[in-house]
T-cell receptor, first 111, second 114 residues
Framework: ELKVEQNPLFLSMQEGKNYTIYCNYS?????LYWYRQDPGKSLESLFV???NGAVKQEGRLMASLDTKARLSTLHITAAVHDLSATYFC???????????WGAGTKLIIKP | ETGVTQTPRHLVMGMTNKKSLKCEQH?????MYWYKQSAKKPLELMFV???????ENNSVPSRFSPECPNSSHLFLHLHTLQPEDSALYLC?????????????FGQGTRLTVV
């Protein structure tokens, strides 16, 4: 059974700081997704990581995937208040193409 | 405005009521999904439809009944729910079920069972 663990589950940080959210998963998968959810809003797709060593960047967010270590990271550079949200990773099961989700990381960035 | 629209946005219902949630996608996708999002828990996949056919039912109680009349519309019929069914119900769509499974989500229906 594929399990996805995110950590930390809660993160409060100051603007201007850097931090990393980690997503570990338990079985082989070559496809991982990062989503963002604002309170009361839908989930918004941020990154799709398709292969080992994949790195994608959008603004102050950078995501990477290491399929051998079964680890993805979401790195935040010089955080700004607008990045406050809950961030989810999801891993695609090869057997039935279902997405298995992490519990989410609630990120609060203080001005 | 997303390509996936859910109605209603909020719903309060008694345990003996019958109600339905509606989802419509304007993205030309062939797969649609119902998820349950409860506080402090990962998203739980409930049902999957691919080309209008149900392909997954993840041990969901029969008090939840999905319906997919066409690839653009998905319903979740609710009856005799329990308070623990209170949650955010999210609809999503993707091009199809498979490797290209980037899902696009609606804004959800916040359901409260009293």
């Amino acid at each position: 059974e594929l399990k996805v663990e995110q950590n930390p589950l809660f993160l409060s940080m100051q603007e201007g700081k850097n931090y990393t959210i980690y997503c570990n998963y338990s079985t082989t998968s070559d496809r991982l997704y990062w989503y963002r959810q604002d309170p009361g809003k839908s989930l918004e797709s941020l990154f799709v990581l398709l292969s080992n060593g994949a790195v994608k960047q959008e603004g102050r967010l950078m995501a990477s995937l290491d399929t051998k270590a079964r680890l993805s990271t979401l790195h935040i550079t010089a955080a700004v208040h607008d990045l406050s949200a809950t961030y989810f990773c999801a891993v695609l099961m090869d057997s039935n193409y279902q997405l298995i989700w992490g519990a989410g990381t609630k990120l609060i960035i203080k001005p | 405005e997303t390509g996936v629209t859910q109605t209603p946005r909020h719903l309060v219902m008694g345990m003996t009521n019958k109600k339905s949630l509606k989802c419509e996608q304007h993205l030309g996708h062939n797969a649609m999904y119902w998820y349950k999002q409860s506080a402090k828990k990962p998203l739980e996949l409930m049902f999957v439809y691919n080309f209008k056919e149900q392909t997954e039912n993840n041990s969901v109680p029969s008090r939840f009944s999905p319906e997919c009349p066409n690839s653009s519309h998905l319903f979740l019929h609710l009856h005799t729910l329990q308070p623990e069914d209170s949650a955010l119900y999210l609809c999503a769509s993707s091009q199809e079920v498979g490797a290209n499974t980037e899902a696009f989500f609606g804004q959800g229906t916040r359901l409260t069972v009293v």
